[in-house]
């Protein structure tokens, strides 16, 4: 149960900051893991089949659900949030050592695989001290600079780091983004507001399980320091290879979010039963998590909007960075999206939270989403009037140039992207935020997170082989097609506001 709101005390920093400071530090760690070690691996000569293994890095945030009522349960989210960002601090900073090694990718890769479920658990956390911080209201103010301090933080995992190994060393680069967090853990520690209502009698008994939970981590991560040395060099590329077939068979992260759909439909179907016995089993947490998610009007369209809504992004976010290498544009990437996409991702996310908290979910959910989607359109048209370039900058070493005027086409096309893309996270995050029930905020947020991004593991596998045969046009028209479904649902689904007497934090 959350504390009664108070202004931020004595020592306490105020919403805008924690909020932008505490999902940069969510944003960082999954920027680290997912992309910046791809750049890392390939630098250090793995193979392209190789690199594409490091898709069961994402496992985790597929499978947070699982443990996301344990974050609600034990102990506060302040507690969780600092322990687990204490030990992301401590496995990127071995990170910078094992990277100058001979077999330093291997260690890496099984370090990061570890380092993804610390990082998935410290994502449940953040989300649910922001929300058990802010009211629907603050929420839904304070959700630009969430968005924007995400957004940022990918940026200089993808950016600041990746330049830095690139030119100064890997080392340096997975130490400055240990200091960098470092920096961030030790601010959270003085300053970040205590919001939680101490959880009574077992508040002692949690904390000590956190406390071991901790001391575990650290003790594993000290161990694999002093045997890293001594394990093996790893395999060759071919050998590497001949691995995949085995592996692609059977993709971990698509049973997880199929096995996240599944249980909730068994849930669905047995509700009434399982409430009923649930009616005598209080301490059964997990169980009440799940299934107060789903005793809501209308669950069946709700799980489907959550799933479809994202989908026509995620095939364009898929193949937008291709298209634009296949224009000839590789050298003009970094300045278009750094210099021109994040401002416009900046401000779209934050103009977003403004409206929601101005004008309310309802009005603005359906004109964010169209602006969203019709990104695919935009990229369409794009790809049709550029077809020549793309014939012959296709592969080539040598491209010819586009010119300053569909240069500057291009530019614009992104930063429409980018603004939307803003929009469109303000008020998806707004709405998962408001489907949680007050006692299972992490758990829900959870699971809406985990069915969103079970489309984008789909869309993202099926966009390379879709734009290959049919072309960047006609696929980017297809997208939005495919974004359609998920729009149409919108009269279906119950859009909740912030409830009446609630005021503003």
């Known amino acids: 149960m959350a504390a009664e709101a108070k202004p931020p005390g004595r020592g306490e920093c105020p919403p805008f900051l924690w909020s932008f400071t505490t999902y940069f530090s969510e944003g960082f760690p999954y920027s680290l893991i997912r992309t910046v070690s791809a750049v890392f691996f390939r630098d250090r000569g793995m193979s392209l089949e190789a690199i594409g293994l490091t898709s069961l890095f994402g496992l985790p945030w597929f499978l947070k659900f699982l443990w996301a009522p344990a974050v609600d349960a034990v102990a506060s989210k302040r507690e969780w949030l600092l322990v687990m960002q204490g030990i992301l601090v401590l496995l990127f900073a071995l990170a910078a050592p094992l990277a100058g090694l001979g077999n330093g990718p291997t260690l890496i890769a099984l370090l990061f695989f570890g380092a993804s479920f610390i990082a998935a658990t410290h994502d449940v956390a953040i989300d649910g001290y922001y929300m058990e911080a802010l009211d629907s209201s603050g929420q839904a103010r304070f959700v ?9 933080a990918m940026m200089a995992g993808a950016g600041i780091v990746v330049t830095v190994g690139a030119t100064r060393g890997w080392p340096s680069a997975f130490f400055g983004s240990a200091l960098l967090l470092a920096t961030l853990f030790l601010f959270h520690l003085l300053w970040l507001p205590r919001c939680e209502a101490a959880k009574g009698a077992d508040g002692q008994l949690s904390r000590r399980a956190l406390l071991i939970i901790s001391l575990a981590a650290a003790g594993l991560v000290l161990a694999f320091a002093a045997l890293a040395p001594t394990l093996p060099r790893p395999v060759g590329a071919r050998e590497q290879s001949s691995l995949l077939p085995l592996l692609a068979k059977g993709n971990p992260t698509a049973w997880a979010g199929g096995g996240l759909l599944l249980l909730l439909l068994g849930f669905a179907l047995l509700r009434k039963k399982i409430k009923a016995w649930l009616q005598n089993k209080q301490q059964a947490f997990f169980g009440r ?18 799933m479809l809504v994202r ?3 995620y095939l364009l976010s898929a193949m937008t960075a291709p298209f634009l290498v296949d224009l000839g544009l590789k050298a003009h990437y970094g300045w278009i999206s750094g210099g021109i996409g994040l401002p ?5 996310a934050m103009l977003g939270g403004w409206l929601i908290a101005r004008y309310s979910l309802k009005k603005m959910i359906l004109p964010f989403l169209l602006a969203q989607n019709g990104t695919n359109l935009l990229y369409m048209l794009l790809a049709f009037f550029l077809g020549d370039f793309l014939a012959v900058n296709t592969g080539n070493p040598a491209p010819a140039g586009l ?11 992104n930063a429409f992207d980018q603004f939307a893309g ?3 996270t303000a008020v998806l995050m707004t709405y998962l935020m408001r489907l949680c029930a007050p006692n299972f905020k992490a758990a829900h947020y959870a699971i809406g997170t985990g069915l969103m991004s079970a489309s984008s593991l789909f869309a993202g596998t099926a966009s ?3 734009a290959s045969w049919l072309g960047y046009g006609h696929f980017f028209g297809l997208s939005f097609l495919l974004s ?3 729009m149409l649902l919108l009269p279906f689904i119950p859009l909740p506001e912030r409830p009446e007497g609630e005021g503003t934090r």
């Open 144 to 152: 630009g600079y969430r968005a924007m301090a995400y957004r940022i």
């Open 403 to 413: 010119g300053a005027g569909n240069l500057a086409l291009v530019a614009m096309a």
């Open 484 to 486: 359609l479904p998920g």
């Open 422 to 424: 803003g929009l469109g």
């Open 464 to 466: 390379g082989y879709l």
């Open 311 to 313: 989908t026509g992004e």
């Open 289 to 306: 998590a799940f299934l107060t998610f789903l005793d809501r009007e209308q669950i069946g369209p709700v799980i489907a909007f959550i």
């Open 344 to 348: 416009c991702s900046i401000a779209g």
